[in-house]
């Protein structure tokens, strides 16, 4: 019979004092799983088309439906654009947008039946904003749970005390912030005109919002976000000593690069770069002479090293290169969060205008960027 094991008191206490903590952690782990399910919930909730009676608007099923759709924006920009004006050929689904659109401040808030709509114009012109993880914000500031660190196993010896570790529980915030757009026209060109110059305008505003969507995602510097190229916690490469060019990155560059990124977070990666970057990276051969970009096969999109990438001209350019300048990132998008807090509104005046005889069109919407998790993310950068 082998013999009893001796226990004592303290080492008692210790086991039962763990057992609590485990227990604490249990609750804590089971909090921050039906938060991250709340907010999956949420992410649920995002505008994907509201159905009307009759043909106007099912979800846009059919193209007929979503050309209905298109134009009946059109119609309600060009309608806002008259200071509420409505025409003859004016839509009656369109007539009630505006009587109830009208926001307290005395602009027009984009109606809910349009905001796949103009997603979609500022999705087909940004880059980013289909790739990040979008929030809906109910407040300026929202703040995510956030796991800093986990828990470290321990392999102690025979009835020896288990060393202590906790997770450590962070929290990311995000801060909203307006983002505007202005321009003007005629008054006579305004109220005569037709459907087209609606349509010009939906387009100036989609362009104009994606790409400062892209910038502040890609290149902010705290202007008023960080994007991937500034945001603290992204892992910086930078190239060999004396390699100033950005045309003399070599394969160990992006290889590295690819490295500095945690194995998690590079399920789901892809490299970010101006468009004559990637001329550049088309050019690079490995030690086999074997080139990293792969072209487009069996309907998928091409590669760099099996990774996707994605181009923007908000990054920097072949033009911009020199010492220490970073023009390349590589890392997970879904570890970038977009948070929307207010819907877009726009707004019309003919005061500022009033002797040059011009009506002025402002857009606003209210977002927040921030990059979750830095260690998602690396960048490169030419050597000093």
């Not at 298109?70 to 409505?86: E, N, P, Q, T």
């Not at 809910?112 to 790739?131: H, K, S, T, Y």
């Not at 990311?172 to 010009?200: F, G, H, R, Y």
Request: glycine share 8%; net charge negative; with cysteine.
């Amino acid at each position: 019979m082998p013999p009893m094991l001796q226990i004592s008191q303290e080492q008692l206490d210790n086991i039962s004092q763990a057992l609590g903590r485990i227990t604490s952690l249990a609750d804590a782990y089971e909090k921050l799983e039906a938060r991250h399910k709340a907010l999956e919930a949420e992410f649920g909730k995002m505008p994907r088309g509201v159905s009307l009676p009759g043909s106007i608007w099912a979800g846009a099923g059919s193209k007929q439906e979503s050309e209905e759709l298109k134009r009946g924006f059109l119609h309600w920009m060009r309608c806002v654009g008259s200071k509420g004006r409505v025409y003859e050929d004016t839509p009656d689904f369109v007539k009630r947008q505006l009587v109830e659109g009208t926001d307290a401040d005395g602009g027009y808030l984009v109606p809910e039946i349009f905001i796949p709509e103009l997603v979609r114009l500022i999705q087909e012109r940004a880059m980013m904003r289909g790739l990040v993880r979008r929030i809906p914000m109910t407040t300026d500031t929202s703040n995510l749970p956030s796991l800093a660190s986990g828990m470290t196993v321990y392999w102690p010896g025979e009835v020896q005390t288990i060393t202590q570790s906790d997770p450590v529980f962070g929290k990311v915030t995000l801060n909203a912030k307006t983002m505007a757009a202005l321009t003007s026209a005629s008054i006579e060109l305004t109220e005569d005109a037709q459907i087209e110059l609606a349509d010009l305008l939906v387009t100036l505003f989609a362009e104009a919002i994606a790409d400062e969507e892209d910038r502040v995602i890609l290149v902010g510097n705290a202007n008023p976000f960080s994007g991937i190229l500034y945001a603290s916690g992204v892992a910086q490469v930078t190239m060999g000593t004396g390699l100033q060019d950005f045309a003399e990155v070599t394969f160990q560059d992006v290889a590295d690069l690819i490295d500095s990124v945690t194995s998690k977070a590079q399920r789901g990666a892809r490299f970010f770069m101006h468009r004559n970057i990637t001329t550049i990276l088309r050019k690079v051969r490995d030690l086999n002479h074997q080139y990293i970009w792969s072209p487009p096969t069996g309907g998928l999109p091409p590669t760099i090293w099996g990774y996707p990438y994605t181009e923007s001209d908000q990054m920097p350019s072949a033009s911009a290169t020199g010492a220490s300048t970073n023009f390349l990132a590589f890392g997970n998008p879904n570890y970038v969060y977009l948070g929307d807090r207010k819907r877009m509104t726009v707004e019309v005046s003919d005061h500022v205008g009033f002797k040059q005889n011009e009506r002025f069109w402002k857009v606003t919407e209210r977002i927040a960027v921030t990059v979750a998790i830095g260690a998602a993310f690396g960048k490169l950068r030419t050597a000093a």
